[in-house]
Nanobody, 129 residues
Framework: QVRLEESGGGLVQAGGSLRLSCTAS????????RGWFRQAPGKEREFVAA????????????YYADSVKGRFTISRDNAKNTVYLQMNSLKPEDTAVYYC??????????????????WGQGTQVTVSS
C-alpha cells in the first residue's frame, strides 16, 4: 500500500505562514478525499482540515476544525495528485507534527475513517512566540 508523503513544515514566527503538501505517488489515492491531522507532544492526534473529491462532478467540499477556520485553507491539485494546507496567521499552539491521510469513508472528522496504511511520516511545524 502506498503511503502519502507530507512536506513543507518548518520553523516560523507567530503570525507567519507555511504551506504543507501531501503527495501520493502515481495515481494512488487520486479519487480519495484527504485530511490533515496534527499531533502535539503529549496530546492526541486531532483533526485540522479535509477536502473531499467527487470524480464524476469534479466538486470538492472542505472541512475545518474550529481552531483553524479563517486561518488555514485546504486545496487540491488533481494533476499533481497533491493536497495543500495553506496556514496563515500561525500561532504557537499550532506547533505539532502534521500528518495527512486518505479517507476510506464516513465522517472526515474521525481519525478512524482514514486508510490506516496511507498515513505519512508527518512534517514538523514549529511556531515561535
Amino acid at each position: 500500500q502506498v503511503r502519502l508523503e507530507e512536506s513543507g513544515g518548518g520553523l516560523v514566527q507567530a503570525g507567519g505562514s507555511l504551506r504543507l503538501s501531501c503527495t501520493a505517488s502515481g495515481r494512488s489515492f487520486s479519487n480519495n478525499g484527504r485530511g490533515w491531522f496534527r499531533q502535539a507532544p503529549g496530546k492526541e492526534r486531532e483533526f485540522v482540515a479535509a477536502i473531499s473529491w467527487n470524480a464524476i462532478s469534479w466538486r470538492t467540499t472542505t472541512y475545518y476544525a474550529d481552531s483553524v477556520k479563517g486561518r488555514f485553507t485546504i486545496s487540491r491539485d488533481n494533476a499533481k495528485n497533491t493536497v495543500y494546507l495553506q496556514m496563515n496567521s500561525l500561532k504557537p499552539e499550532d506547533t505539532a507534527v502534521y500528518y495527512c491521510a486518505a479517507i476510506s469513508g464516513g465522517s472526515y472528522y474521525q481519525l478512524d475513517n482514514y486508510v490506516r496504511d496511507s498515513w505519512g511520516q508527518g512534517t514538523q511545524v514549529t511556531v515561535s512566540s
